[in-house]
């Protein structure tokens, strides 16, 4: 099995790697909170779910006030958990009715790179470039690749650079991510919009 060095605790990536539906509601989850509070939330849910993998089924069918309060209790799963929990509850819905509940599903049957960016695009919590890096990363991390899935996933595609969750695999890697994002956030700050 790949391994991934995204949650930055050992069972938590292992449980990324292992289980698509948990590294879809990592990246899900990866917006307004440092990445490695995303990603181990997926390992958090299936804990107080009492599982060890988690269900599209089980999650989009659960009581939406008992999710949102399982994504609230400290630590917390996301900066803002009730609308967090929504959305993961909504990604659930959609994996279980367009896919049968398996996530990995979304990815196996793309048919080329552009299709798995429309496919990834469509889910809820996913725009444009949330697709992008994550076909990137299943590219890079677990080799996932349909063809033309570099130029879909457009600049998060690209060898040798380190903008994004999928050029992540150490402590250097992830300092160069960071380092690139804080670039970013200057430039957009600066009214650049380039670093």
């Known amino acids: 099995m790949p391994s991934l060095y995204l949650a930055q605790d050992p069972d938590a990536d292992r449980l990324l790697a292992a289980d698509p539906l948990a590294l879809l509601i990592g990246m899900l989850l990866d917006q307004q909170v440092p990445m490695e509070w995303a990603f181990v939330g997926p390992y958090r849910l299936a804990q107080r779910l009492g ?18 309060r399982i994504f609230a209790t400290p630590p917390a799963l996301h900066r803002f958990p009730a609308s967090m929990a929504r959305r993961a509850q909504a990604l659930c819905a959609a994996v279980r009715d367009e896919y049968g509940g398996d996530a990995a599903a979304i990815w196996r049957e793309a048919t080329s790179g552009a299709d798995l960016v429309r496919r990834l695009g469509r889910l809820p919590g996913f725009g444009r470039q949330k697709a992008q890096i994550f076909t990137a990363l299943l590219g890079k991390r677990l080799g996932v690749r349909p063809e033309g899935w570099r130029e879909a996933a457009g600049p998060y595609g690209e060898e040798g650079v380190y903008r994004s969750v999928a050029d992540i695999t150490d402590d250097a890697s992830l300092a160069k991510v960071r380092e690139y994002k804080k670039q970013m956030k200057a430039a957009a700050k600066a009214g650049t919009g380039r670093a």
């Open 51 to 68: 599982v060890d993998r988690l269900d599209a089924a089980v999650i989009a069918e659960y009581d939406p006030e008992a999710l949102e």
